[in-house]
């Protein structure tokens, strides 16, 4: 039997409490963006390719599992784990980090990265996105990427259940 180590894209997964320590390997300007990515879909995959084309390097911050739950998607939400979810996503070329947040918003964690540019996919106006006015404040661009694919984790879920 074979041991293959461990891809590459594992070490971008980075826990909340060694990210202070990893930002000065960043390339700057750093885009932030944040969300649950729970069944990776091509409107994701669009939003981020998108994102990180706003600057040099991309930080994708995902809800915990507990996070998640809060947002009140359903009770069998999220259907991948944590660490399930930023492996994935750390596997796309576009993204240079994944971290986690069990707050409600990302607000702590946007202000101790102190992104040049923070992103949200979707229909949030951007001056509702969490920390638009701190980043704003700093010299910062905020915007927000309508998602040209109509995709949705909660529509492939449904479809599923249906068959």
Not at 33 to 62: E, K, P, S, Y
Request: net charge neutral.
């Amino acid at each position: 039997m074979h041991h293959y180590p461990s891809p590459l894209f594992e070490q971008k997964i980075c826990p909340p409490e060694q990210l202070v320590a990893r930002l000065a390997c960043l390339p700057r300007p750093l885009v932030f963006t944040n969300g649950c990515f729970d069944i990776l879909h091509r409107g994701h995959v669009t939003c981020l390719a998108q994102a990180r084309a706003l600057g040099a390097g991309l930080m994708v911050a995902i809800n915990t599992d507990a996070s998640v739950k809060r947002l009140g998607k359903g009770d069998d939400r999220p259907i991948n784990s944590t660490l399930q979810r930023a492996a994935v996503l750390a596997a796309l070329e576009c993204v240079s980090i994944v971290t986690w947040f069990d707050t409600d918003t990302p607000l702590e964690l946007i202000l101790a990265v102190r992104p040049d540019v923070l992103v949200k996919g979707g229909d949030w106006a951007p001056e509702q996105i969490v920390g638009s006015q701190q980043v704003l404040a700093w010299g910062g661009n905020v915007h927000s990427i309508p998602f040209l694919f109509a995709t949705s984790t909660t529509e492939t879920i449904k479809r599923i259940r249906q068959n």
